[in-house]
């Protein structure tokens, strides 16, 4: 392989993302592996990001490449009209053998990407209610499509040109003023916008104050207009995680109003919290739930919606479509049965939520050690640090923090910061906002593993220190 030209062809004709031309950076990969990248000149990178915090069961699983090498045996493309064995048994292994217990769930549908999948929770919800409001949340993401970009708390992944050397910044303009989505605020309680101490303290009206802010959005649209409220539980890129009231409050609050609750799981689902999904450590069940990334571990492209039995009743009684060409295509829903089953014979979720609490552990011990560790948060083996420049004030490093458009100098965010230093260690880690680290290896990480991002985070913090007041 001649890597200077892969290298080179890249640069030259690929319409990058993320860097402008003269910031491009080579990263070429000449083999992934387990939990690990493997670049060309042989160098063995931890993965602590698990790809996009997706490739739940570590790359190449042997009993998912042999899924896939079958598949091709009899199927090359089938429309989603038609059956397969792929797609009845990945739909049963969702539908009964994941969900069954909780008893809420009535069907699925198969899509190919996270943002399609809210796409299509969307279209579900307001078919359903037939309302037009979808309310989201500060500091989510939900994807890059109209409506879930829409629906994106985190402004410089809305869709949007930045640029490296001064101010300049550009956004879609529909994603911002686009028809019938509106972001509420989020239980972000490390920095309460309401200046509260925490979700103990914060009770206005009966409600958590920023939950009650988002009722009286509700009130504003009228209860009437408004089909969905969608949330991702613990956000990927702005290290919310939602308090345990938080979720129960709004779950009571939508169901008095008959409004759904869409629960994103693209992140937090296939074990990534500890538990399959993540709202099974909430004590509620939504009305739609998506998923993507771990549902195929990312060896191919797949994503799904789950609706309760009540929405697929309904739906039961009409004709009801969209087209989509590669729903349920039969070689990534093969995939799909093999990293389902492979994760059941692993025992790979209860896996997540004991590694996951020596991850927690670990991480905690470099919270006193360490000047820039604001404040570690997560569950199972999903992790955030949020990086401050002051412990006491909670001053950030950058003030746009959440909020950031990327415009200038990215490199020195406190998270690429870490993530340059770390990678010195041979770890993978980042994250999406220039304070705020995102951790979420493959569920077969080990011990071993995480002892070693944690001597490599030891390392990149004692460098970020020497920038705290
Ligand atoms: N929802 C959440 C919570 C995500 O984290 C993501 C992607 O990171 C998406 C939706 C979009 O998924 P995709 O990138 O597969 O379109």
Not at 14 to 41: H, M, W
Not at 252 to 267: A, F, P, R, S, Y
Not at 297 to 322: C, E, M, N, T
Not at 438 to 459: N, S, V
Request: hydrophobic share 40%; with cysteine; aromatic share 12%.
């Amino acid at each position: 392989m001649n890597w200077e030209k892969v290298v080179e062809w890249d640069r030259r004709y690929y319409l990058r993302i993320k860097q402008a031309l003269n910031e491009f950076t080579p990263f070429p990969i000449s083999k992934v592996e387990g939990n690990y990248l493997i670049t060309p000149d042989g160098t063995k990178i931890l993965d602590f990001l698990s790809g996009l915090i997706s490739v739940n069961i570590g790359q190449r699983q042997p009993q998912v490449i042999e899924a896939i090498k079958k598949a091709l045996d009899n199927y090359g493309y089938v429309w989603e009209f038609m059956q397969t064995p792929y797609k009845s048994e990945a739909a049963k292994l969702i539908i009964e053998d994941l969900l069954g217990s909780d008893n809420w769930a009535g069907r699925v549908r198969f899509v190919n990407s996270g943002s399609e999948a809210n796409e299509e929770a969307f279209i579900l919800a307001r078919l359903y209610t037939n309302r037009p409001y979808i309310i989201a949340r500060q500091f989510a993401y939900h994807g890059w499509t109209t409506g879930a970009g829409s629906c994106c708390g985190l402004r410089w992944w809305r869709g949007s040109i930045a640029s490296p050397t001064d101010d300049e910044y550009r956004e879609v303009p529909n994603f911002q003023h686009g028809g019938f989505f509106v972001v509420a605020p989020a239980p972000h309680c490390y920095r309460c916008p309401y200046g509260y101490e925490g979700p103990k303290y914060c009770t206005v009206e009966g409600r958590r104050a920023c939950l009650n802010e988002l009722w009286h959005q509700i009130l504003n649209l009228g209860p009437q207009n408004v089909a969905a409220v969608i949330t991702e539980i613990i956000s990927g890129g702005g290290l919310v995680v939602s308090p345990v009231e938080w979720i129960k409050e709004l779950r009571e609050l939508t169901q008095k109003n008959g409004i759904l609750w869409v629960d994103d799981e693209v992140m937090t689902g296939f074990g990534r919290t500890g538990k399959w999904f993540c709202y099974q450590h909430y004590g509620v069940t939504p009305d739609i739930m998506t998923m993507g990334k771990g549902i195929v571990s990312s060896q191919l492209p797949a994503a799904g919606v789950v609706v309760s039995k009540k929405i697929a009743d309904f739906f039961d009684k009409y004709r009801w479509w969209h087209a989509n060409t590669y729903a349920a295509h039969p070689v990534v829903m093969a995939a799909v049965v093999a990293n389902i089953k492979f994760m059941l014979e692993e025992k790979l979720v209860e896996r997540a939520a004991k590694l996951g609490d020596y991850l927690g552990a670990r991480l905690k011990e470099l919270e006193p050690k360490h000047e820039c560790v604001g404040e570690v948060s997560g569950m199972g083996l999903f992790w955030g640090v949020e990086l401050v420049k002051n412990k006491k004030t909670k001053e950030p490093f950058f003030p746009e923090d959440r909020f950031t458009k990327g415009t200038g100098d990215i490199s020195k965010w406190a998270v690429n910061i870490v993530q340059a230093k770390a990678l010195e260690k041979g770890v993978l880690v980042g994250g999406f906002a220039p304070n705020c680290l995102r951790l979420g290896p493959a569920l077969t990480i080990t011990e071993e593993e995480i002892d070693k991002c944690i001597d490599a985070l030891d390392y990149a913090f004692s460098e970020l220190d020497k920038s705290c007041t």
